[in-house]
Nanobody, 123 residues
Framework: QLQASGGGLVQAGDSLRLSCAAS????????MGWFRQAPGKEREFVAT????????DHDDSVKGRFTISRDNAKNTVYLQMNSLKPEDTAVYFC??????????????????WGQGTQVTVSS
C-alpha cells in the first residue's frame, strides 16, 4: 500500500528527500506520517501532516531541519531532511492513519506502513 524510497548513505550536513507513494483509496482521508527506528532502539515519531496539508507536526529532534509535505494529486508524502546528523541514522517508515489528529504521534493510530528505507549519516 505504501512504498518508501529515497534513503541512502550521506555525510553529516548533507540533505536527502524521502518519498512515499500510496496506493490507497481516498488518499486525502489519511493523516500521513514518518517514523524511524535506529538499531537497538524503539520506533519513534518524526513528522506528520494532516489530511489537507494544513497542519504539520515535527518532533523536536528534527524541527528546523526536516520538513514533511504531501501532494494529494500524486498520493505521495515527502520528508525533506537537511543538515543531517549521525544520530539521524535509522530506517525510516512512512505510515497512513485514519485516526484523529490528536493521535498523530502514536504509531498505533497508523494502519498502513511502508517497508522502510535506510538512511545512514556518517560523521
Amino acid at each position: 500500500q505504501l512504498q518508501a524510497s529515497g534513503g541512502g548513505l550521506v555525510q553529516a550536513g548533507d540533505s536527502l528527500r524521502l518519498s512515499c507513494a500510496a496506493s490507497v483509496r481516498t488518499y486525502n482521508n489519511y493523516v500521513m506520517g514518518w517514523f524511524r527506528q535506529a538499531p537497538g532502539k524503539e520506533r519513534e515519531f518524526v513528522a506528520t501532516m494532516s489530511r489537507n496539508g494544513g497542519s504539520t507536526d515535527h518532533d523536536d529532534s528534527v524541527k528546523g531541519r526536516f520538513t514533511i509535505s504531501r501532494d494529494n494529486a500524486k498520493n505521495t508524502v515527502y520528508l525533506q531532511m537537511n543538515s543531517l546528523k549521525p544520530e539521524d541514522t535509522a530506517v525510516y517508515f512512512c505510515a497512513a492513519s485514519r485516526g484523529t489528529w490528536g493521535m498523530r504521534r502514536h504509531g498505533s493510530s497508523y494502519i498502513y506502513w511502508g517497508q522502510g528505507t535506510q538512511v545512514t549519516v556518517s560523521s
